[in-house]
Each structure stands twice: as C-alpha cells, then as structure tokens.
Nanobody
C-alpha cells in the first residue's frame, strides 16, 4: 500500500513563506514524477509544480513561476515545495501526487496514481 504523507501547511501573512514536504512509502519505484496540485473551495484542482525523478527537470504553473521551487530526494522518494512571496490567492488545500509511469502531460491530475491527504495553506492579506 503506497502512502504519500504531506506536512508543512499552515497560516501565513501575504509576502511570507512556507515549505511543504511529501514523502512516499510502501514500495520502491524505478522512475516517477512527483507533483503538487492545489484546490481552493469551489474551484478545480490546479497544477502547481512537478519534478522528474530521473532528470530533475522541474515544471511550474504560470501562477507560481518565480515564487515556488520544487525539489526532490530520490533516496527518500520525497519532494518539497518552497513557497515564497505568498499571496492570498495561493490559499488552498495542497496535494502531493506521484505518477509511477511518467509521461508528457505532467499537468493532468488523472496521470497521477497516488495522492496525499492534502494540507491546508492559508495566506492572509
């Protein structure tokens, strides 16, 4: 049973920073993508960032480019999301996800096989 466990959410003022972490357990993977998505109330799940375990290539949603940084630790099958210059519109539940068969469309939630339980990020104005 694969589990993804997130940590690091919370309440922060606009302009502040938070760091989210996610670790996978339960099995090993050859190569995989790990990503972060977020969902605000009444909105669809939105792609935030992804990273490829094999190459380390990173990808970001337009709304977070230049402010968020995704990083990985392949040995631990874990990924972090450093979020700087946070804005009230970043408020959402953030989900970690793992795609065990990496493909081209890393932005699509339905590509990902495993999901964390979500962690709340709230940015006050």
């Amino acid at each position: 049973q694969v589990q993804l466990v997130e940590s690091g959410g919370g309440l922060v003022q606009a302009g502040g920073s938070l760091r989210l972490s996610c670790a996978a357990s339960g099995r090993t993977f050859s190569w995989y993508d790990m990503g972060w998505f977020r969902q605000a109330p009444g909105k669809e799940r939105e792609f935030v960032a992804a990273i490829r375990s094999r190459t380390g290539n990173t990808y970001y949603g337009d709304s977070v480019k230049g402010r968020f940084t995704i990083s990985r630790d392949n040995a631990k099958i874990s990924v972090d999301l450093q979020m700087n210059s946070l804005k009230p519109e970043d408020t959402a539940v953030y989900y970690c996800a793992l795609d065990q068969n990496p493909g081209f469309d890393y932005r699509a939630p339905n590509r990902y096989d495993y999901w964390g339980q979500g962690t709340q990020v709230t940015v006050s104005s």
